[in-house]
């Protein structure tokens, strides 16, 4: 291996706005088995040490290193640099606001969504710390966790058309998340209050049905799925609505 | 300046530090958690095996209960733990288990009827069942007499801590993310909140309360090779040594785990060699068994590692840019086993090797993995030295994990402990006043902005953040990794201490201006050095092997000497910690007697 890589690099640090946006070039000989993680470390650590990025466990898992990788949302810590061109373009996530060069605040936009959908299990029972868990299916229960599977990197949203221009819309990543409690027997909402939740433009209305969320999670959650079982849904609840005879149908 | 008052402040986002504020909201208080980033982004979400409560509701778990876990917990501490607070923690875990299904977590259940599981790499068949059918299940782990360890497929940490958060947000929690707090405030007897720098706009803020939680988590990013986030740095310890007044527990307690990928040091399942996976050298020879014939590599985490490094030394390793590494080899197992039961293994490897394990050799070397040691604690949570300061989780030495601590007995710390030490905050609370003295937050404050000053102004040098770290990783590594002898461990404590001097001379080569992330190392890094220097300096004077402690030149466990817990503190000023030692426990249910694996010799008190 001895490829010399060239990094395009956007750089704004909005705390110092006498220093405009700009592109920095900054040039690396390729390792074996090297990654955007460590790429980027060794151009903070060796050539610019105010260069801003976010890396957290740095083995896919925890959604804190999404970017646009040559036009593309992804996560850099499991990008390999042998699977990239010589020349590589990094930008922030957009839809995001921008901390400084590739590092966005996630952390607000996630915080708002899970607030309006009220991402907990709504019950009306006390835990009785005396008494045994309540059953489950196990074939259920991994269901719900193949939903819970997101890990807020943001990728769907920065490559979703609707979020981009409206900054209150759900994404698809509050639709799943709002399917993962429609699953779960133990959050007792009823149809009627999801709708409150999602039949808007905020929501399930807001969706264009173009798939960019699909195509750029890394986790393959399958937000297609959960979006179509909610169009479905919540099509129906409104027809119940229309006619006036929305019985609590709890799922 | 911003000052944001509350009740309680939890430094620390984590499975600890929200189950501990949940206590304190669900009782009417409010609680804030700082955390460095996005709250569910903290490495508890990265735990994937499980967390032990003996509930006892699968075949293989058949006749557990808690005696039994905390024979096997104490075991596990090499009878370094304390008795009172393992008899705590073996007699909750069981409930909060149940108390996070309540909360929504989505915990794998018994399915009836017959199925199969591999051991050493054979297959054998279990029943489950048909009563126990949809309670909570669990899979086996290291060093548990019984399957006890309870799990989401492979993303425990991510599911309870996405729960956790999501109680927290519904009970009114706040949480503060993109901060970091950089100064406890305190008058030498209370401690009265921190001094926070903010990660969005580089601001400094105070935070003030009645009572304040460390849960930062480890400190595994003071070595160079670590299975840990990279935000595990120790800022949560620094912060309280800096106070000179409370004291750190056992920080030469440092655990090993045999199987770290390289060049990332991600971790990839004990499941790998349980189930029948093989260590070779650079002549892709198999040499676990000439060390540990019967076990080879199945034997404790503790022991593997030790040899695999033995091995590496003797130069059999394969060399790499990255240093030297050993291969893990899983191809025998099979297509199949490798695609389904060693899922996340496979995804792992491809993913950030660009390898398939069904067919190619996977590189591993031991890498730090966990931190037994940090802020000390009474068995309410309550930190030496200073009123109103409390730790929990991997933070804390609370300590229920004394020299070693078993898999998912972690996990199940953070939210055991968030639960007892939680109730016990609420008791604090009750009874406490807020008297916050204006002068001792300005001085605390002033003291911040001039450090931060003098970073960018470079006033007291321009030594680099970064190549300081870089010399402190080479001398923890060299000095104090998984073998320590006299002369490797006085050689590293010179040189920590001399790098601790040229630390204090760190100025920025940046401009530093707003979320500058030159400035946050340079503000930590001398802090980073005195961890470093307790590790070693404690290595260095505890003249036994125990648990994960082991000496060359002093093989043994010495009960007779030994039987106690290292407490370091940091006088202002110092070049080295203040070392002071007490009972490792006040209550033996358990005398201390042989562990049953790992060998080694002991010297009885
Ligand atoms: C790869 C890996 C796998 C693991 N698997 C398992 C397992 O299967 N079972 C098990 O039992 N254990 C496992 N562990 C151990 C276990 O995950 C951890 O011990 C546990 O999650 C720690 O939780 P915590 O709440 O104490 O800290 P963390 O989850 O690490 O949270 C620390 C919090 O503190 C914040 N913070 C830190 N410093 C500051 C500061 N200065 N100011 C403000 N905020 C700060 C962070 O942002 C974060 O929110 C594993 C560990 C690793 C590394
Ligand atoms: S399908 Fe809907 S949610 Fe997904 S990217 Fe398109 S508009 Fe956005
Ligand atoms: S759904 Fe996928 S892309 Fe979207 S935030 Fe979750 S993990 Fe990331
Ligand atoms: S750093 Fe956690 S997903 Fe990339």
């Given at each position: 291996m001895s490829r010399i890589l060239t990094f395009n690099i956007f750089r704004y640090n909005p705390q110092d706005p006498g220093t405009p946006p700009r592109m920095d070039r900054f040039m690396l000989d390729e390792t074996d088995r090297m990654t955007l993680f460590i790429a980027l470390n060794r151009i903070r650590e060796?050539?610019?040490?105010s260069l801003m990025f976010d890396f957290c466990?740095?083995?896919?898992?925890?959604?804190?290193?999404?970017m646009v990788i040559n036009g593309r949302p992804g996560?850099?810590?499991?990008?390999?640099?042998?699977?990239?061109?010589?020349t590589i373009t990094l930008m922030p996530l957009p839809a995001f606001k921008l901390v400084g060069d590739l590092s966005v605040d996630t952390g607000t936009w996630f915080r708002e969504m899970y607030q309006k959908v009220e991402s907990w299990v709504h019950t009306s029972k006390e835990f009785d710390p005396a008494a045994l868990e309540e059953r489950m299916d196990n074939g259920l229960a991994e269901e719900i966790y193949e939903l819970e599977?997101?890990?807020?990197?943001?990728c769907c949203v920065a490559a979703c058309g609707t979020a981009l221009i409206r900054p209150d819309f759900l994404g698809a990543v509050g639709l799943n998340r709002i399917a993962r409690f429609i699953l779960d027997p133990r959050d007792e909402r009823t149809d009627k209050e999801y709708f409150e939740i999602v039949g808007n433009d905020q929501g399930?209305?807001?969706?264009?049905?173009?798939?960019g969320c699909e195509d750029v999670c890394p986790k393959g959650l399958p937000l297609q799925d959960q979006l179509g079982m909610l169009r479905r849904k919540m099509a129906f609840t409104a027809l119940k609505s229309l006619v006036g005879k929305h019985k609590h149908a709890h799922k | 300046m911003q000052t944001i008052y509350s009740d309680l402040l939890c430094i620390g986002a984590g499975l600890a530090g929200e189950r501990v504020a949940i206590e304190a909201a669900s009782a009417g208080f409010d609680a804030v958690c700082l955390s460095?980033?996005?709250?569910?982004?903290?490495?508890?979400?990265?735990?994937?095996?499980g967390m032990q409560a003996a509930?006892?509701?699968c075949a293989m778990g058949e006749g557990d209960g808690p005696d039994v876990h905390f024979a096997d917990t104490v075991k596990g501490s090499d009878w370094g733990c304390d008795q009172e607070v393992a008899r705590l923690f073996v007699d909750t875990a069981p409930i909060v288990m149940r108390e996070l299904a309540a909360w929504g977590v989505p915990w794998n259940r018994v399915v009836p009827g017959e199925s199969k599981y591999f051991k050493g790499g054979k297959e054998f068949t279990k029943v489950e069942k048909k009563e126990k059918e949809g309670l909570i299940t669990a899979r086996a782990f290291g060093?548990?007499?019984?399957?006890r360890t309870c799990y989401t497929s492979d993303g425990t940490g991510h599911t309870v801590l996405y729960t956790m958060d999501n109680r927290a947000a519904q009970l009114g929690v706040v949480v503060h993310d993109r901060v970091e707090a950089i100064s406890l405030i305190h008058d030498g007897t209370r401690c009265m909140g921190a001094v926070v720098r903010c990660l969005k706009t580089g601001d400094l803020r105070v935070y003030l309360a009645k009572a304040t939680l460390i849960a930062?988590?480890?400190?595994?990013?003071?070595?160079?090779?670590?299975?840990?986030?990279?935000?595990?740095?120790?800022g949560g310890h620094v912060i309280a040594l800096d106070t000179g007044v409370v004291p750190l527990g056992n920080m030469e307690a440092v655990q090993f785990h045999p199987?770290?990928?390289?060049?990332?040091d991600i971790l990839v399942t004990e499941g790998c060699r349980g189930d029948g996976g093989t260590l070779l050298d650079v002549n892709e020879n198999r040499f676990m068994p000439e060390y540990?014939?019967?076990?080879?590599?199945?034997?404790?985490r503790d022991v593997v590692s030790r040899w695999m490094t033995v091995h590496m030394q003797k130069g059999f390793g394969v060399k790499s840019p990255y240093g030297d590494h050993l291969w893990l080899d899983i191809?025998?197992?099979?297509i199949d086993h490798i695609r389904t039961k060693l899922r996340e293994v496979d995804e792992i490897c491809k993913s950030?090797?660009?390898?398939d394990p069904a067919y190619q050799l996977i590189p591993v070397r031991p890498t730090q993995h966990y931190?037994?040691?940090?802020?000390r604690t009474n068995k309410d949570g309550a930190a030496y030295g200073l009123a109103g300061l409390f730790s929990a989780g991997?933070?804390?030495?609370?300590?229920?994990?004394?020299f070693n601590r078993l898999g998912g007995n972690s996990l199940a710390e953070t939210v055991v402990a968030g639960n007892i030490i939680g109730k016990k905050v609420v008791d604090y609370l009750k009874g406490c006043e807020a008297i916050f003295n204006s002068k001792v937050v300005d001085a605390a404050v002033a003291k911040q902005a001039a450090r931060i000053t003098a970073l960018r102004n470079r006033s007291n040098g321009s030594e680099s953040a970064y190549a300081v770290r870089e010399a402190m990783f080479d001398a923890i590594m060299k000095g104090a990794g998984i073998f320590r002898n006299e002369k490797d461990l006085t050689e590293c404590v010179e040189t920590l201490q001399a790098l601790h001097e040229r630390a204090g001379r760190v100025g920025l080569k940046?401009?530093?201006?707003?979320?500058n992330p030159e400035l946050t190392l340079a503000l930590k890094i001398q802090g980073m050095v005195k961890l470093a220097l307790c590790v070693a300096y404690g290595a260095l004077k505890r003249t036994e092997s125990r648990g994960s402690h082991t000496r060359e030149d002093f093989p043994e466990r010495n009960d007779r000497d030994w039987l106690n817990r290292t407490l370091a503190t940091w006088p202002e000023g110092a070049s080295l910690p203040e070392l002071s030692y007490e009972a490792a426990?006040?209550?033996?249910?358990i005398p201390p007697?042989?562990?049953?694996?790992?060998?080694g010799k002991i010297i009885s008190a």
């Open positions: 060796e050539q610019d040490p466990c740095r083995a896919g898992i925890c959604g804190a290193c999404g996560l850099a810590c499991h990008t390999k640099t042998k699977d990239l061109p010589e599977r997101c890990i807020e990197c943001g399930i209305f807001g969706c264009m049905g173009l798939l | 460095i980033v996005p709250a569910r982004r903290s490495h508890s979400s990265a735990a994937q095996g509930l006892g509701n060093g548990t007499a019984k399957w930062s988590g480890g400190f595994g990013r003071i070595y160079r090779e670590s299975t840990n986030a990279v935000i595990n740095d120790g199987t770290g990928i390289v060049p990332t540990e014939p019967d076990k080879a590599e199945l034997a404790s191809r025998h197992l099979g950030f090797l660009g390898i931190s037994m040691g940090g802020v991997e933070s804390a030495c609370w300590d229920m994990h004394g940046s401009n530093g201006v707003g979320p426990t006040k209550v033996f249910e007697g042989d562990r049953g694996y790992g060998g």
